[in-house]
């Protein structure tokens, strides 16, 4: 059984690159979320997907982000024109949408603006 | 909206010793309560949960009582080891579809040989 998978797990980019981070979930699970941790926070809710829908985008999430699940598989988390303040850790998650929807993490993307 | 607070660390002890870590929730409706660990440089593993109230989750030793009269789900272990330690959340799902979690700040947990 895999788990959640993420890649790359670090990247480190210039002020005003574009980054794309990639999920790949559980297979069998429909729901699949993005969070994002600073140091020393807790993870923050981004947004979530129920197979290829996109049913909820934080507040947290600017128009510079935007994520992608096309076929309700893998999803693409990309940031445009990155700033310092998007240095974060970016986690994916995912689950079963019924059956008590444990929500399992990935390993996070690490993402250092320089 | 709902929130999580969670007592602020970083907590040592030595091995052997007990652990507690106090979670207290506000929250709408009834949510399903978690605990999560992170160990360095790694991504979030769940390590139990509890969904209705009275409820006591437990793995790996640790445990966690759904107290709705408190609003609390502390976590505790009789006897920590070297190798729990790391980064403790506790998390509550919101929403009418249970799909969200919301996370207190963590407690970063040191335990000595």
């Known amino acids: 059984d895999t788990g959640v998978s993420q890649n790359p797990r670090h990247k480190i980019t210039k002020r005003g690159q574009n980054v794309t981070f990639r999920c790949d979930p559980i297979?069998?699970?429909?729901?699949l979320y993005w969070y994002r941790q600073t140091l020393g926070q807790g993870p923050e809710f981004l947004t979530y997907?129920?197979?290829?829908?996109?049913?909820?985008k934080s507040r947290l999430l600017s128009d510079r982000f935007s994520a992608e699940r096309p076929k309700g598989s893998f999803s693409t988390l990309e940031i445009q024109r990155t700033e310092q303040g998007d240095s974060a850790m970016y986690l994916c998650?995912?689950?079963?949408?019924?059956?008590?929807?444990?929500?399992?993490f990935g390993e996070g993307s690490w993402l250092t603006v320089v | 909206g709902d929130s999580v607070t969670q007592m602020e660390g970083p907590v040592t002890l030595s091995e052997e010793a007990f652990l507690t870590i106090n979670c207290t929730y506000t929250?709408?409706?009834?949510?399903?309560l978690f605990w999560y660990v992170q160990y360095p440089g790694e991504g979030l593993q769940l390590l139990l949960k509890?969904?209705?109230?009275?409820d006591k989750g437990s793995n790996k030793g640790f445990e966690a009582t759904y107290r709705k009269e408190t609003t609390s789900f502390h976590l505790e272990k009789g006897s920590v080891q070297v190798s729990d330690s790391a980064v403790y959340f506790c998390?509550?799902?919101?929403?009418?579809?249970?799909?969200?979690?919301?996370f207190g700040k963590g407690t970063l947990l040191t335990v000595n040989p």
């Open positions: 509890a969904t209705k109230a009275d």
């Open positions: 297979s069998e699970h429909n729901r």
């Open positions: 998650a995912s689950s079963l949408s019924v059956g008590g929807n444990t929500i399992y």
């Open positions: 997907f129920q197979n290829e829908a996109q049913l909820e």
């Open positions: 998390a509550l799902n919101s929403g009418g579809s249970n799909y969200k979690l919301t």
């Open positions: 929250a709408t409706g009834y949510p399903s």
